[in-house]
């Protein structure tokens, strides 16, 4: 049972690497599609890869062919894709979005997070749904971080990253560069469960991992 993640950068990858953790899905279980961990020339020469517009162009394809998610679902052991994007700078990406009301409305990071995934269906032309995991963080995977250091409503900080990295550095925490260390936590699924109050988007990732894994182990 493999899981692979196609996301906005390799930081990226590594927290929900971790959080896949939490699930007992082994670090073996789980393929960096893109990035990749070994990147090769053509990787090299395409700026877009590892950026938002590469998990776009990796779900439209080209000419409706997907070879990413079609190389990586040939394998019958190979059982859902996680396709990670961060909210935050969605509306600068050169097409219309809509972002539903913020102010006042308690189901904004819920609305949100759906029409993400309907855009991303849209470039999939609604392929592959049933295999794929939808890991949107709003408004930054920071957020989901930061939940691991305050308890209050990460997604509503209008700077999440630059907050998160403060908490860091006023821990003097070691390998303060590094997200992969820094969220080792999220792989208890104690301590996970603890930051869900603090990020809808987190637990509703969270969530749809464990309905994954009960359905393939059922």
Same mark, same amino acid.
């Given at each position: 049972?493999?899981?692979?993640i196609?996301?906005?950068?390799?930081?990226d990858?590594a +927290?929900?690497?971790?959080?896949?953790?939490?699930?007992?899905i082994d670090?073996?279980e789980?393929?960096m599609?893109?990035?990749?961990?070994?990147?090769? #020339?053509t990787?090299?020469?395409n700026?877009?890869?590892g950026t938002? @517009?590469g998990?776009?162009?990796?779900c439209e394809? +080209?000419?409706?062919?997907?070879p990413?998610?079609d190389?990586?679902?040939?394998?019958?052991?190979h059982v859902?894709?996680?396709?990670?994007?961060?909210?935050?700078e969605?509306?600068?990406q050169?097409?219309p979005?809509?972002?539903p009301?913020k102010?006042?409305?308690?189901?904004?990071?819920?609305?949100?997070r759906?029409?993400?995934?309907?855009?991303?269906?849209?470039?999939?032309d609604?392929?592959?749904?049933?295999?794929v995991?939808?890991?949107?963080?709003?408004e930054e995977?920071? #957020?989901?971080?930061?939940t691991?250091?305050?308890?209050?409503?990460?997604?509503q900080s209008?700077d999440?990253?630059?907050?998160f990295w403060?908490e860091v550095n006023?821990?003097?925490?070691?390998?303060?560069?590094?997200? #992969?260390?820094?969220?080792q936590?999220?792989r208890?699924?104690?301590?996970l469960?603890?930051?869900?109050?603090?990020?809808?988007s987190?637990?509703?990732? #969270?969530?749809? +991992?464990?309905l994954?894994t @009960?359905?393939?182990?059922?």
């Amino acid at each position: 049972m493999r899981f692979g993640i196609i996301a906005e950068g390799a930081e990226d990858q590594a +927290v929900i690497r971790n959080i896949l953790s939490a699930f007992n899905i082994d670090r073996s279980e789980i393929i960096m599609v893109k990035p990749r961990l070994n990147r090769d #020339a053509t990787d090299e020469n395409n700026p877009t890869i590892g950026t938002f @517009q590469g998990v776009k162009n990796a779900c439209e394809g +080209v000419d409706g062919i997907r070879p990413d998610f079609d190389d990586f679902f040939f394998n019958p052991d190979h059982v859902a894709m996680i396709i990670h994007l961060d909210t935050a700078e969605i509306d600068t990406q050169g097409f219309p979005f809509l972002r539903p009301i913020k102010k006042g409305n308690p189901n904004y990071c819920t609305e949100l997070r759906n029409r993400v995934i309907e855009l991303i269906n849209g470039w999939l032309d609604n392929n592959y749904q049933d295999r794929v995991i939808y890991a949107i963080a709003i408004e930054e995977i920071e #957020a989901w971080c930061l939940t691991l250091h305050i308890k209050s409503d990460t997604s509503q900080s209008a700077d999440a990253k630059s907050k998160f990295w403060r908490e860091v550095n006023k821990k003097k925490a070691k390998n303060a560069n590094n997200l #992969a260390e820094l969220t080792q936590d999220f792989r208890k699924l104690k301590i996970l469960k603890t930051c869900f109050p603090y990020n809808q988007s987190l637990k509703d990732f #969270a969530d749809s +991992v464990e309905l994954a894994t @009960q359905a393939f182990n059922s």
